[in-house]
């Protein structure tokens, strides 16, 4: 049993408009008209709509989600973060930072009484 402990910071300006100038790309690339994509079958006219709208006007588009919410931008290899997420109870982009994050080994449940949690309630 373990722990993954990933630290985040909020996104830069830089790196947002850099996410935004390659969105359109990933989202032709994923849903756009191309030939692979209707010989795939992915080819989605509205969602492709939607989406493009939602980059170029800054509204939501598919179940009330942002086109950054949904990872499209965030493989433009101009960036240098690993992933982009949201964190509840705020407001913004976080991405990770790759060279902070941990595992914490844990072998066996805690002890009755220590005061310790498991699975997010007191033992």
Known sequence: ????????????DE???KMKEYASKEIYYFTGNSQENIED???DKNLYNLLMKSCNENIPCVYGKYWWQLGYGQGNPDLEISFTREIRGY?????NVPEYNDLFRVNYPPPKGSGLLLNGSPD
């Open 1 to 12: 049993m373990g722990c993954h402990t990933w630290f985040s910071r909020p996104i830069t």
């Open 15 to 17: 790196e947002f408009k």
């Open 41 to 43: 079958g992915l080819y």
């Open 91 to 95: 407001n913004q982009l976080f991405v």
